[in-house]
């Protein structure tokens, strides 16, 4: 595709910025930086990418992945700015859940350990962990919040903090993966993933990007489930403190 | 008079902040064993922080309450809330059954509640078998308080705490709760200290009263003080509370 042939696409661009206009809807600013923020970063990233894959040293590709939980754990923490010590909570789930997938792609040799195939991979996953994230810390601290009543009830009834909290965190639990789980029963049938439209779209075989399709979809399942139970029992004993007692604000 | 009874709670010099508020200033007093001790005051005079100070749901920021003459951080905490029970104006029910709720403490223990433990604690509070199944979200305000008595008291407490207990209920479920409260008080010697806005309940029940008001303790003694007494907060505390 030609810069030219690119440029034509920023009329989807265009249509919501008239809509916003016409509607005052008042998002036209964010559209303009989200615009130019995701062409300047994919551009740094497309000519970072290249550089990596022709160097293929494991330097740089730990390096990619470094940043990449880096700026994943910066954006997922937002949410959980009142639980101590959250940042170094989310960047160990996203730690280890990098480890368990490639270890268990490279170890099985499932895929090449190649830049190509570590870096797209690996981004796919960290990114999936990091939305696990957000959305398990923003359904439990509204949980702890709105029901504090019962998490005093449980402990003043003798119970332990994970007693008290039991109900919260697996309701958030289950709560983050729905997504996940929900998504991949209507997969092929309601909307073709990204990274399978892309490969069909480059020229790929229709069949091996099902097959890598697969291959994802089934990384994510194992990433959602790591990502939720890690932060979720990371994060709930520091809600209380060493008298058992639930703190003020979470 | 007072100095005869055997003191289980005792508050000495307690403050009680938060980062924005100082919610109790320098509060030092007594419970006595086996006796009703109603807390009075407006709203925000710092009543409930004062009764969770009890249970160690909440820590004083400085001074002590002693538990039977002892810290009260010398108690395991877990053990500390079973012998000093709570009973909240809300009544949190848990879903599921009667049972279910009434067997939470035995359940926290990962110990199985006998049904028929269970009927004779529905039996105390005056509700019959036939409830034992039913959803605990279907029952009435009154039934729920007398459920949530119930499952506190399965902990076999010492010290009952109880927060604005009545406030929401009927006539009719204030006066069945109060007799409850009552009986409880006097066939197991329970010690109380009972919240309340209803300064003729105050009256009704208590042995000792309390009147709180903006974090302080004004007046402390027989439930009899609340009349005749010189300091003015609490003649305009007591009228006003009357004529509502």
Redesign the interface.
């Known amino acids: 595709m030609s810069y030219t042939t690119l440029s034509l696409t920023l009329i989807f661009v265009l249509i919501p910025l008239f809509l916003s206009k016409t509607l005052k809807l008042g998002l036209e600013k964010d559209t303009i930086i989200a615009t130019v923020r995701s062409i300047i970063q994919l551009l740094i990233v497309g000519y970072v990418l290249k550089f990596v894959f022709e160097t293929e040293s494991i330097v740089y590709i730990l390096l990619m992945i470094t940043l990449m939980i880096v700026a994943a754990t910066l954006n997922a923490r937002k949410k959980g700015k009142a639980i101590k010590g959250i940042t170094w909570k989310i960047a160990l789930t996203l730690i280890v859940v990098e480890v368990v997938t490639q270890g268990i792609l490279l170890g099985l040799h499932i895929v090449p350990a190649t830049a190509q195939y570590i870096i797209p991979i690996s981004g796919m996953l960290i990114g999936n962990s990091m939305v696990l994230s957000i959305l398990f810390l923003n359904r439990f601290t509204a949980e702890v919040e709105s029901s504090r009543?019962?998490i005093?009830?449980?402990?003043?009834?003798?119970?332990?903090p994970k007693?008290a909290i039991h109900k919260q965190l697996t309701n958030s639990i289950k709560a983050s993966m729905i997504p996940t789980i929900e998504s991949q029963k209507t997969i092929g049938l309601v909307q073709l993933p990204g990274m399978m439209s892309g490969q069909i779209i480059g020229g790929a075989d229709p069949v091996q990007a099902v097959q890598f399709q697969i291959l994802i979809i089934f990384g994510l399942l194992t990433t959602a489930a790591l990502s939720s139970i890690m932060v979720g029992f990371l994060s709930y004993p520091t809600l209380f403190n060493e008298?058992?007692?639930i703190l003020?604000s979470v | 008079m007072t100095q005869f009874h055997e003191t289980v709670i005792k508050f000495e010099n307690v403050c009680y902040e938060?980062?924005q508020l100082s919610i109790l200033n320098n509060v030092s007093g007594e419970f006595y064993k086996g006796k009703i001790t109603t807390l009075v005051g407006p709203s925000g005079a710092g009543k409930t922080t004062l009764l969770?100070l009890c249970?160690?749901?909440?820590?004083p920021t400085s001074g002590e309450v002693y538990i039977q003459n002892k810290p009260i951080?010398s108690y395991e905490?877990?053990?500390l809330?079973?012998n000093v029970?709570?009973v909240?104006q809300?009544a949190?029910i848990?879903k599921g059954t009667v049972y279910e709720n009434l067997a939470?403490?035995y359940t926290?223990?990962n110990k199985k509640f006998p049904k028929t433990e269970a009927i004779k604690f529905l039996n105390n509070v005056g509700l019959d078998e036939s409830f034992l199944h039913r959803h605990a979200e279907d029952l009435s305000g009154g039934q729920r308080q007398k459920v949530s008595i119930a499952?506190?008291f399965i902990?076999h407490p010492e010290v009952l705490l109880l927060d604005e207990i009545t406030s929401a209920l009927d006539p009719s479920s204030v006066n069945d709760i109060e007799q409850l409260i009552l009986k409880i008080n006097q066939k197991y010697q329970v010690t109380m200290i009972w919240i309340t806005h209803n300064i003729e309940q105050a009256k009704r029940v208590g042995d000792y009263t309390w009147v709180m008001m903006n974090g302080q303790l004004l007046e402390s003694g027989e439930t009899n003080i609340l009349w005749n007494n010189s300091n003015k907060y609490i003649q305009n505390f007591v009228s006003g509370v009357q004529e509502v």
């Open positions: 009543d019962q005093e009830l449980i402990l003043s009834l003798g119970g332990t007693q008298r058992m007692q003020k | 938060t980062e969770k249970n160690g749901l909440y820590s951080n905490p877990t053990t809330r079973r029970g709570i909240l809300s949190p848990l939470l403490p926290l223990q499952r506190t902990n």
